[in-house]
């Protein structure tokens, strides 16, 4: 593990205000690949939310992705077409609150232009060319503005006729597109296995391309039989995720589905795979371990912290596992080049804070079996 600040990094710090269950957190150094530990309900998944907003730039898709995750919704409206559920944001906020002037910040550390703000504002503030754009809105509306840089957009989020779809979400909502940040490239995997139509699409983007064999080379991490080959087919309904099925070609030249290799096999190929179509980007990963046997763990994070170095991909991921602890720990000291960290999360006084461990530290911690998760 290097003790130097990668310059490289997207995020090679993090601070978090009033987003969510945090009131206020820092993360003053993040690595090529961090591991977040701590107890469940600690804010792990939280901080995977934050970034994955800071990085998209808070752009409302990636807003309504944090909140669909979770299904929190404010209540269900009939559309023109259909039923349809309406995303709870004031949920984004600490405490739940959606009054005007609540906001949450999310950024690097000391770094004041590096800074996401989203506020609950009225149309009374909003500049007058932003009150054309939305002028269906009544006076004195509660909108979110979001604001990063110079830059600044408001959407009528809390508007009873927006969310009941009876104007519609405006394809261009900001009147100079010139001027919106671009947004990094993040993958996210959840805890849960890919579907058949994401492990399609991810195949497609790394098929016959030089990060193939880091796939196929990860799968074979978890299956007694080697593995040679991978396609996707043709499965059966295509409105339903059995549209496409992956199969694998074994070593004796019979073709199974990736499937029937089990949750190890899927759950590896998903994180190769994912790591290639993240390349220059940030791969999230929630409960890295789900999936894979203790005896694995070791071999896991060999691949991921060196797949993460050759695409110059910075990995997040959270973990309450001892063994897939302990197997970064010792796959990280094997691979001295790459900015491996691991930080553990943990409530104080009613707060949260982050303690990183060195590779000293946690070589002593997994050493002697001391508490990190």
Known sequence: MSQETDDSLHVPSLRIEGFRGIDSLTINRLGRVTLLAGR???GKTTVLDAVRIFADRGRLSSLTAVLDR??????RVNGEKDVRQVPDFGALFHGRQAKTGTSFRIGLDRDSQAQLLVEVSSTDD???E???TLRKLSLSAQVLRIAFGQFEEFLPVFDEDFA???WGWPRRLVPDDDGRPKALRAE???PGLLNNLDLDQRWGEIALTAQEPVAIRALNLAVSHRVGGVAVVSGGTRTSSRSRRVLVKLEDGERVPLRSLG???VRLFGVAVALAGAAGGLLLVDEAENGIHHSLQHEYWRLVLRAAADNAVQVIATTHSWDCIRGFSSASRKNDDVDGIVVRLERDDGGLRAVEYSEEELETATGQGIEVR
């Open 40 to 42: 469940n309900g600690t």
């Open 130 to 132: 932003w009150m054309s």
């Open 188 to 190: 996210v995997l959840g």
């Open 263 to 265: 949750d190890g096999a």
């Open 164 to 166: 009941a779809g009876r």
């Open 70 to 75: 979770s299904e929190e919704y404010a209540g």
């Open 126 to 128: 909003m500049p007058e």
